[in-house]
């Protein structure tokens, strides 16, 4: 069975605070990872993906994958209260087009 | 670029009726395209696998004859539900996947919201 779990939440931080997003995924397999923002109501909007291990940074956001410990996280610094929202980690498991698995998501709540 | 888009956003239907979503990707080609549903407060749930010029691969538990997808060219993807009932009422969303990328990026519309009364 391949899953992918995240904390549903909700992570609250202040705004200006960093938060910290996590994931954990069972097929060691995994070759490409996304973090996804959706907002109440939306569609997921592509924040992110990553393929190899280390961090890797686009603005006020940082992946970060450990295969060895099938662990991916994402940070949000300086959170701002527009970042509230349904954070959605999805892998695929090789490369190609094969089918991507979500995560549930976590809600974050940005406190102004 | 990557932009996908979906037609119609909002649809009201009567229960027994047939609804056609249409998706599309804007800027790419798109030989791969999914169709997932999304009920309040759960998450994505993948309906099928749409691939262009053969049969759509539906997920388990996912009745292939209520939900008819044709995937008849590089940029458009149809979903429809046939005789819809209350329960059909949900959010539908596509996405696609850019033909030639060394990726599974998948970028996604912006959904469709389908109430059936």
């Known amino acids: 069975q391949k899953e992918v779990e995240q904390n549903s939440g909700p992570l609250s931080v202040p705004e200006g605070a960093i938060a910290s997003l996590n994931c954990t995924y069972s097929d060691r397999g995994s070759q490409s990872f996304f973090w996804y923002r959706q907002y109440s109501g939306k569609s997921p909007e592509l924040i992110m993906s990553?393929?190899?291990?280390g961090d890797k940074e686009d603005g006020r956001f940082t992946a970060q994958l450990n295969k060895a410990s099938q662990y991916v996280s994402l940070l949000i610094r300086d959170s701002q209260p527009s970042d509230s929202a349904t954070y959605l980690c999805a892998v695929a498991h090789s490369g190609g087009y094969q089918k991507v698995t979500f995560g549930t998501g976590t809600k974050l709540q940005v406190i102004p | 670029g990557a932009v996908v888009s979906q037609h119609p956003s909002w649809v009201i239907c009567k229960s027994g009726t047939s609804v056609k979503i249409e998706c599309r990707s804007l800027?790419?080609?798109?030989?791969?395209m999914f169709w997932y549903r999304q009920f309040p407060k759960q998450s994505l749930m993948l309906m099928a696998t749409?691939?262009?010029?053969?049969?759509?691969?539906?997920e388990q538990g996912v009745e292939k004859d209520k939900f008819l997808i044709n995937h008849a060219s590089l940029t458009l993807s149809t979903l429809t539900v046939t005789s819809a009932h209350p329960e059909d009422s949900s959010f539908y969303i596509c996405?696609?996947?850019?033909?030639?990328?060394?990726?599974?990026?998948?970028?996604f519309g912006p959904g469709t919201r389908l109430t059936v009364l």
């Open positions: 990553i393929y190899s291990n």
């Open positions: 749409s691939n262009e010029g053969s049969k759509a691969t539906y």
């Open positions: 800027d790419f080609q798109a030989t791969t």
């Open positions: 996405s696609a996947s850019i033909t030639g990328a060394p990726t599974d990026t998948q970028y």
